[in-house]
């Protein structure tokens, strides 16, 4: 038998580098050359420009208290703004989505039908 075929059960195979493909992570490789995105200079500069206005307590709550007389007053628009400058610091609201994968297409198909015959009355 030649050498390169091995018959031994309790070999394992030869690992690649990078992979099955080769494409793979690579040794000392980052998976993140880039590094952290940077951050946008309106970001920085907005973030700057509050932490300067906002060190003295007073200052703090004379611009909270503009900022949220702002948003009330301005109905919609102030709504709007609420939910924008929530989702930046928060982050957005997730909704959690209930799926029933217990049924099958016959059972689809009719509901369907179903659905379409109410519709067209």
Known sequence: MPDDVQNNENSTPEKKLGG?????FMPGQSGNPGGRPKRPWLTE???EMLAEKLEDPKERKRWKDAQWEKMLKSGVVGAMFMDV??????GKV???VDVNVNITL???MKKAEERSKNHNR
């Open 20 to 24: 099955v493909t080769g494409k793979g």
């Open 45 to 47: 500069a907005t973030e």
């Open 85 to 90: 400058a929530w989702e930046r610091t928060e």
């Open 106 to 108: 016959r059972e689809r």
């Open 94 to 96: 997730t909704q959690p």
